[in-house]
């Protein structure tokens, strides 16, 4: 998103507001009601005689569906004003007066929050690897990797064009419901569609990353990284860490550790190869762990030990790690995750917990708890909204392809859905894009980015493809394969 404070973008919204006759009775529920069916940021005015209600919370918009609240599962709708959910009210008359509405029918949930990709790979798809590897290493330095991955993103970056790749890989994961991001190639050609999360959000740039070996950093670097975070200047660090199942993957490890690194701010990205008393240490040092469960499946047959890890009080997010190894999307790798937790682990994670590991958990990795993660007044107004298909809401979910998504918000903005929706959202410019045999629209140009921001979305596919890019569709695999590797032996 655009980086001025405190603000996120100008919204270009032009909304047909909803005139209608305003009651008179009073209803107010505060937010620390355990069990509310009304939360807003002011006290609210409703009747019962009325289709909207006179308010002190302005809204320009409301989203009416099931919404996945802190506490649980809420019927009602979800207003937006600029930037930010403003209020959650349970029936239609409390929607104040001159909002917007829409009965999405759908669930409302938290935008997701991927904290691990290489998105300017995301143009690429799936790879199959010739064999399993030990490590990160050998895969990197495989002929059969170099010639299907690293020569198609070398000819587009050799071409100047990882802006181009950057946007798509941004547009793909706003198609399914991800609104902040994580592993952007920092060019300013970002910042125009999801959130980067390692660049300036919410007028902080906290959040640092590493994609080179743990075995890299020196004792200077690390005397580095500790200033910061005893200043508070670096919240989270993400390192790819113990990628691999061998014991030169578990070294790492060590070499952290002796560098003075196990730090409550350091992420380790995979943690495949630790040992449950490596993930017992982590534990004690409130380190934290993002889980992707398909790329390590794919590359090493095996996956992060999470049921170790998470009664080692490590907190868990997941995240897909890129489109060559991994999945299409967040939205994807919950289904990797859930197979996994049902087939393997007994269902020990509940389906609220998959979805924390996907929305509340890795805000709170991030520093952004405040900011993103939940639906509640204050928080930023980044939703994604799917079909519900007669399912329990969370459930939905996790279990939504990428058709089923209906909406996808980011501060306040709707970004990508359903064209009806979009329209009776007053958006106007986006590009229509086919997934999986529905129309949809994604907003692609952004007169705030100043590098490409004019482009369409074909103006990047042919850039793309003129590269010689061997182009993955936005939508994947329809349907998506549940997972593209074998399951791991219990
Ligand atoms: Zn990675």
Not at 109 to 125: E, T
Not at 138 to 158: G, I, L, R, S
Not at 185 to 210: H, L, M, P, T
Not at 349 to 374: N, Y
Request: net charge negative; aromatic share 6%.
């Amino acid at each position: 998103m655009s980086t001025h404070c405190p603000g996120l973008r100008p919204l270009s919204l032009v909304l047909s507001l909803v005139a209608a006759a305003c009651g008179t009775s009073t209803a107010s529920i505060g937010i620390d009601d355990p069990s509310p069916d009304t939360v807003g940021t002011a006290e609210l005015t409703s009747s019962t005689n009325s289709t909207c209600a006179p308010s002190t919370v302005r809204a320009t918009y409301a989203l009416g569906g099931s919404i996945l609240a802190p506490w649980g599962v809420m019927q009602g709708y979800v207003l937006v004003k600029d930037e930010s959910i403003v209020g959650l009210v349970a029936t239609r008359d409390a929607v104040p007066c001159g909002a917007a509405i829409i009965d999405t029918d759908g669930v409302i949930a938290p935008g997701l929050i991927d904290l691990h990709n290489h998105v300017a790979y995301n143009f690429l798809g799936p790879w199959t690897a010739p064999r399993p590897y030990g490590n990160r290493n050998q895969w990197q330095n495989d002929p059969a990797y170099a010639a299907a991955v690293k020569a198609p993103y070398n000819a587009v970056k050799n071409a100047g064009h990882l802006c181009q790749a950057q946007k798509y890989g941004e547009l793909r994961a706003l198609m399914s419901g991800t609104t902040t991001i994580q592993g952007s190639i920092g060019y300013a050609c970002q910042n125009g569609w999801v959130r980067n999360v390692e660049s300036y959000v919410f007028c902080q740039d906290k959040i640092r990353q590493n994609v080179l070996p743990v075995t890299g950093l020196t004792a200077a670097d690390a005397t580095k990284l500790i200033q910061q975070f005893d200043a508070g200047t670096t919240k989270a660090y993400l390192i790819h860490l113990a990628e691999g199942v061998d014991d030169a993957s578990r070294a790492e490890f060590d070499h952290l550790k002796s560098l003075g690194l196990l730090r409550k701010e350091v992420v380790g990205i995979h943690s495949t190869a630790l040992t449950p008393a490596q993930l017992t240490e982590m534990g004690q040092a409130q380190m934290k762990i993002v889980w992707s469960p398909q790329s390590n499946l794919a590359l090493y047959g095996a996956t992060t030990n999470v049921p170790a890890a998470l009664a080692a009080g490590v907190k868990v997010a997941l995240a897909p790690d890129w489109t060559v190894s991994g999945t299409n999307s967040l939205l994807a790798e919950l289904k990797v995750a859930d197979r996994i937790n049902r087939q393997q682990w007994g269902g020990l994670l509940t389906d609220a917990q998959l979805l924390e590991m996907a929305t509340t958990v890795p805000a709170e990795i991030a520093g952004l708890s405040e900011k993103i993660g939940r639906i509640l007044p204050g928080h930023a107004a980044d939703l994604v909204v799917v079909k519900r298909n007669g399912k329990e809401p969370r459930r939905a979910l996790i279990e939504a392809e990428q058709t089923d998504v209906l909406l996808t918000v980011v501060g306040g903005q709707a970004m990508y859905g359903d064209v009806t929706m979009l329209g009776t959202l007053g958006v106007s410019g986006f590009d229509g894009v086919n997934v999986c045999g529905q129309d949809r629209g994604v907003l692609v140009r952004d007169a705030t980015v100043a590098n490409g921001g004019a482009e369409t979305l074909a103006d990047v596919v042919t850039t793309l493809t003129n590269d010689g890019a061997p182009l993955w569709p936005l939508s994947g695999t329809c349907p998506a394969p549940v997972m593209q590797a074998p399951a791991p032996t219990p």
